[in-house]
């Protein structure tokens, strides 16, 4: 891990199941570099991890205030991760 790599754990909460949110979020990571995972809960909500440079990071966060357009995002709220707990690539857990 790099000084300039970070992981966020991630809840989405609003309109976004059914919405093709877990796939969206798998291809715009995928095309940030970053690395995690993303699954839906049972309370309706959607979680990630992601870990990666922080700029990219950032853009992540930025992006999920929207999702696709389809969704209705209410609130993204994060806390910090450990990136070495990650793993490679991006997988829809759920």
């Known amino acids: 891990m790099s000084d300039d790599e970070e992981g ?3 809840r989405i909460t609003g309109r976004v199941q059914g919405v093709a949110f877990r796939a969206w979020t798998q291809r ?3 095309a940030l570099g970053l690395r995690g995972w993303v699954r839906n809960e049972a ?3 959607v979680t990630a991890a992601i870990a990666g440079p922080k700029a ?3 853009r992540m966060l930025r992006d999920l205030d929207d999702g ?3 969704a209705i995002v209410a ?3 994060s806390s910090a991760a450990d990136p070495a707990e ?3 690539g991006f ?3 759920g």
Do not use: K
């Open 68 to 70: 696709p357009a389809a």
């Open 43 to 45: 309370d309706g909500s």
């Open 86 to 88: 990650l793993p490679d």
């Open 28 to 30: 715009r990571a995928i």
């Open 8 to 10: 966020r754990h991630i």
């Open 91 to 93: 997988e829809i857990t």
């Open 56 to 58: 990219a990071v950032a």
């Open 75 to 77: 609130a993204v709220d």
